[in-house]
């Protein structure tokens, strides 16, 4: 069964506002959670590293305070797009790292972001 | 110039085909990672592989270091592997994503 489970896994939201998505690991604790977005047939691009108890990791090019990452606790991690575009239309994942299989991940299942 | 290179882009088999799919890179990796993305876009990771080789039933993935490059490959295809296949490259600090490859196979 699934391990990541991510909330809502679809939404649509008018411009200007501000949309929160949920990582969750279920049954097992994450202190490190990354988050990816992926634009339609495009592959999949890092965006952070999610620390739980510290600030998050961004990746160069994306604003930090456009994507807030709150790891609140050691088994959820959240998204907050802020002042969302239509270009920030896409795909959104997270992953965990797996248990005792160092280096692997589970990754979430995905949200689907539109923004009119 | 993207640091990972995956070919082909698209791949139609039919169904019994041993299928390979290629992935090479540029930069000094820790890890390497081939994922599977089903069309509704859950990612499954397939392996995660610094050296050699790994099997998981149906699938093997290859490693070879000096040469930069990892195989993914798929021996009886069946139409339920339809999916796209990423590899990714883990370099201690950050991820590399290979472009996909968009694989098919008809009954």
């Known amino acids: 069964g699934a391990v990541v489970s991510q909330h809502p896994s679809w939404v649509i939201c008018k411009s200007g506002t501000s949309v929160k998505i949920e990582c969750r690991s279920l049954?097992?604790?994450?202190?490190?959670m990354f988050w990816y977005r992926q634009f339609p047939k495009q592959s999949l691009m890092l965006m952070a590293t999610?620390?739980?108890?510290?600030?998050?990791?961004?990746e160069q090019g994306v604003e930090k305070d456009k994507f807030l990452i709150n790891h609140a606790s050691l088994t959820l991690s959240t998204l907050t797009v802020t002042s969302a575009h239509p270009e920030d239309s896409s795909f959104y994942i997270c992953?965990?790292?797996?248990?005792?299989?160092?280096?692997?991940?589970?990754f979430g299942p995905g949200t689907r972001l539109t923004v009119t | 110039k993207n640091e990972v290179e995956q070919s082909p882009q698209n791949l139609t088999a039919q169904e019994g085909e041993f299928i390979t799919i290629n992935c090479s890179y540029s930069v000094g990796i820790s890890a390497l990672h081939w994922l599977q993305q089903h069309p509704g876009g859950g990612i499954v990771s397939l392996f995660m592989l610094s050296s050699g080789k790994k099997k998981h039933g149906r699938l093997i993935a290859t490693i070879n270091i000096q040469e930069k490059h990892s195989s993914l490959h798929i021996t009886a295809s069946h139409p339920r592997d339809s999916a796209v296949y990423i590899c990714?490259?883990?370099?201690?600090?950050?991820?590399?994503f290979g472009t996909g490859t968009s694989l098919t196979v008809i009954p």
């Open positions: 992953s965990a790292p797996a248990r005792g299989r160092e280096g692997e991940q589970y």
């Open positions: 049954d097992f604790q994450a202190t490190t």
């Open positions: 990714a490259w883990d370099t201690g600090n950050q991820f590399y």
């Open positions: 999610s620390n739980e108890g510290s600030k998050a990791t961004y």
